[in-house]
């Protein structure tokens, strides 16, 4: 059974940055393709950002494009989002997903294993 454990989230101001990690256990960590999604209060969750299993292929959500980056670093087994030029339009609860399979997906119903999420503010 595969663990995910989400950190980093926090309240900030508009125009900062933050970096969220996503801890993995309990499968080998290539053989998941990963993803970052998010969820507004009253809103419904949404894709965010993705990163096939050997990191060579990423994709994002055209809100975030050219200010968020997503990585992946095998040896430790965590997923990385670093969010830049925030804005209070990205605050949500952040949540780490992982899927079975090396090939990215954008929608929630594909991931197999959720994090609990970390919640992000942002303030104006």
């Known amino acids: 059974q595969v663990q995910l454990v989400e950190s980093g989230g926090g309240l900030v101001q508009a125009g900062d940055a933050l970096r969220l990690a996503c801890a993995a256990s309990g499968q080998t960590f290539n053989t998941l393709a990963m993803g970052w999604f998010r969820q507004a209060p009253g809103s419904e969750r949404e894709f965010v950002a993705a990163?096939?299993?050997?990191?060579?292929?990423?994709t994002y959500t055209d809100s975030v494009k050219g200010r968020f980056t997503i990585s992946r670093d095998g040896r430790k087994a965590t997923m990385y989002l670093q969010m830049n030029s925030l804005n209070p339009e990205d605050t949500a609860v952040y949540f780490c997903?992982?899927?079975?399979?090396?090939?990215?997906?954008?929608?929630?119903?594909?991931?197999?294993?959720w994090g609990r999420g970390t919640q992000v503010t942002v303030s104006s």
């Open positions: 990163i096939s299993g050997s990191g060579g292929g990423i």
């Open positions: 997903a992982a899927r079975n399979g090396f090939i990215l997906h954008t929608q929630p119903g594909k991931y197999d294993y």
